[in-house]
């Protein structure tokens, strides 16, 4: 794909004209930050000033691997934003900010509860200048609770949440994630609150609120974790059963798991009951594709050890290339594990529009994940690289420098 021109006019977006001041750092704030830029929002990223102790900006700026200083990772989390510099630790800092929210739609933050009514920015101080303002709070344990003053990093709400304690080989300690899912998984939560509370502002429209009734959208990192734990504390209660980590296999959904080949290993979700018989038959184990008692996900799950063997000895014969031709030819649900350059190199990927490349401001050509999810008539894209640190401090603020 060729580097977009991103000055170019792109169709309507869905949030143009939604006005959002973002106050949040690192992960999980600018995350629901850029999911809403990238769907048209004017985002404003209001960044610390450098000091004599540290660079300034967002921290996420000097995580991983840098160019010239800044993180490539940068160019994704903070594309299609505006950067202003701001001292929220002076009252001058604040004061401008306030000026910001007042005009805004959206206020997003993710500093650890009670730091913002500190600074007097507590959602009922903003909301009595803009009561049509909406407050996306993203923290580790919510706005309430035992646990709100306690500082939350994505790596301990994943294991609050659930989430560690079943990630891993069994007897053996439990592994993370490679990304910071607790993060993400906030951060989409969050979008989805703040375009709920949208929706509820625009139903509240009235001679007594003309541009709608604001609310907080409160999001905690641990819940958002514990929100995707499936069947975890269901099964716990009425059955008092621990799930315990289980590798690449899905405990009670069979078969799902990954297994070796030749030249690498592939993942094979044959758990429903037609595509277990396609698999069993493709290969050539037409006796367990008859048997009546695999015909169902009970009987199978009792004889998963015996489905994991076939499976496994079928599949350690043969390369990854051979598996994928045959399972895909049958409708089994197959993949490669894929690496980052498996998915640089896959054509599908391109066809998609998932790998973008932009231009950094010294000239490097970094290719960055496309937008999700995919409008047909309000379609989300990249307008504009991730700025410089306060780059738009000047423009943003001009009307209060007259």
């Given amino acids: 794909m060729r580097t977009p021109d991103l000055t170019s006019i792109v169709p309507p977006q869905a949030l143009a004209g939604l006005k959002v001041v973002e106050l949040g750092q690192l992960i999980a704030g600018p995350f629901a930050g850029k999911t809403l830029a990238d769907f048209g929002a004017e985002v404003i990223k209001i960044e610390p000033p450098a000091t004599d102790s540290g660079a300034g900006g967002d921290p996420l700026r000097q995580w991983r691997m840098l160019h010239n200083g800044t993180s490539v990772w940068w160019q994704v989390q903070s594309r299609n934003k505006k950067s202003v510099v701001l001292d929220l630790r002076t009252e001058e800092g604040r004061?401008?900010?306030?000026?910001l929210i007042d005009e805004a739609d959206v206020v997003i933050e993710n500093f650890k509860p009670g730091t913002m009514e500190k600074w007097g920015m507590g959602y009922?101080?903003?909301?009595?200048?803009?009561?049509?303002?909406?407050?996306?709070?993203?923290?580790?344990?919510?706005?309430?609770?035992?646990?709100?003053?306690?500082?939350?990093?994505?790596?301990?709400?994943?294991?609050?949440?659930?989430?560690?304690?079943?990630?891993?080989?069994?007897?053996?300690?439990?592994?993370r994630a490679g990304v910071s899912l607790g993060d993400t998984l906030a951060a989409l939560?969050?979008?989805?609150?703040?375009?709920?509370?949208?929706?509820?502002?625009?139903?509240?429209?009235?001679?007594?609120?003309?541009?709608?009734?604001?609310?907080?959208?409160?999001?905690?990192?641990?819940?958002?974790?514990?929100?995707c734990m499936e069947s975890l504390l269901p099964e716990y209660s009425a059955f008092g059963a621990v799930r315990q980590p289980a590798g690449s296999a899905l405990p009670g959904i069979a078969p799902s798991n990954a297994y070796p080949c030749q030249d690498g290993m592939v993942v094979i979700g044959g758990n429903g009951d037609s595509?277990?018989?396609?698999?069993?038959?493709?290969?050539?184990?037409?006796?367990?594709?008859?048997?009546?008692?695999?015909?169902?996900?009970?009987?199978?799950?009792?004889?998963?050890?015996?489905?994991?063997?076939?499976?496994?000895?079928?599949t350690g014969a043969r390369s990854v290339e051979q598996v994928l031709a045959v399972l895909n030819a049958a409708?089994?649900?197959?993949?490669?594990?894929?690496?980052?350059?498996?998915?640089?190199?896959?054509?599908?990927?391109?066809?998609?529009?998932?790998?973008?490349?932009?231009?950094?401001?010294?000239?490097?050509t970094v290719d960055v994940p496309g937008i999700v999810p995919k409008l047909s008539v309000t379609p989300g894209a990249i307008t504009r690289r991730a700025p410089t640190l306060g780059e738009d401090t000047d423009a943003v603020l001009a009307p209060w420098k007259r």
């Fill in 275 to 314: 595509i277990f018989k396609r698999l069993m038959i493709s290969i050539g184990r037409d006796d367990l594709a008859t048997d009546a008692e695999l015909s169902s996900n009970p009987g199978r799950v009792k004889r998963v050890d015996e489905i994991d063997q076939a499976i496994g000895e079928w």
């Fill in 124 to 175: 009922d101080a903003l909301s009595a200048r803009n009561p049509g303002l909406i407050m996306l709070r993203i923290s580790g344990y919510g706005q309430t609770g035992p646990y709100k003053e306690r500082p939350g990093f994505a790596v301990v709400a994943e294991a609050m949440g659930g989430m560690r304690y079943l990630n891993g080989e069994p007897g053996r300690a439990p592994v």
């Fill in 95 to 99: 004061d401008i900010t306030r000026r």
């Fill in 189 to 227: 939560h969050g979008v989805i609150g703040v375009l709920l509370a949208l929706q509820a502002r625009q139903r509240s429209i009235s001679d007594d609120a003309p541009k709608g009734r604001g609310q907080v959208v409160d999001v905690a990192l641990y819940e958002a974790v514990f929100n």
């Fill in 331 to 364: 409708s089994v649900p197959v993949g490669r594990i894929y690496s980052a350059q498996d998915i640089a190199q896959d054509p599908h990927y391109r066809a998609r529009d998932m790998i973008v490349p932009v231009i950094t401001p010294d000239g490097l």
